[in-house]
């Protein structure tokens, strides 16, 4: 096997013939000449109070609603409650998860405010009906069932937090669509 004894490390001092000597780099730094504000995207303040959490919510809200609509509807008679006869628990579970999801279009798809407006507020309106339809129901209940009863105290509390996140959200949409109306 053959050996050499080379010298391989490269000396900076050592020019090589047709080539200058490096210098050193330069550093050059950027300052700007004035600051410039930053441009607010449209729904801006809108945006920073995050509904799409709250839309998220109603979405998974709405999805507990419909499996309580799913256990009333495979444990019970048609016949034996309104929150089963008018399927309360799906219609307002569906419009929950319905109204979720407008909500959280609303950060890529600003034009949908107003449909999202619209919506919450059928969704308040459903969700107060139906309430009242529960709450007669709870007040015409027999004693035996007691475990419908139960899941029927679950339901009118999840509407109660479906219709305060929705409240919420109806404030602060229409806020905004009345900023948006000001100041065009």
């Known amino acids: 096997m053959a050996c050499a004894d080379v010298d391989m490390d490269i000396d900076e001092n050592e020019g090589t013939p047709g080539r200058p000597p490096r210098e050193p780099p330069m550093v050059r730094q950027y300052q700007a000449l004035e600051v410039l504000p930053d441009k607010k995207g449209p729904l801006h303040d809108l945006l920073q109070k995050k509904p ?22 495979v444990t019970q008679e048609m016949q034996e409650s309104l929150i089963n006869l008018f399927r309360l628990s799906h219609l307002t579970g569906a419009l929950f998860i319905i109204a979720g999801v407008v909500s959280n279009l ?64 109806c404030i602060w949409f229409s806020k905004e669509t009345r900023a948006k109306s000001t100041s065009s």
């Open 106 to 169: 609303i950060f890529k798809y600003p034009e949908l405010l107003p449909v999202s407006l619209m919506v919450n507020l059928g969704c308040i309106i459903v969700a107060v009906v139906s309430a009242c339809l529960i709450t007669v129901d709870l007040a015409l209940w027999r004693t035996e069932q007691d475990k419908h009863l139960r899941m029927e105290v679950l339901e009118l509390c999840v509407l109660a937090l479906e219709v305060l996140l929705s409240t919420i959200l």
């Open 52 to 73: 799409a959490v709250l839309g998220s919510l109603q979405m998974v809200s709405g999805l507990l609603s419909v499996g309580v609509g799913i256990v009333f509807a």
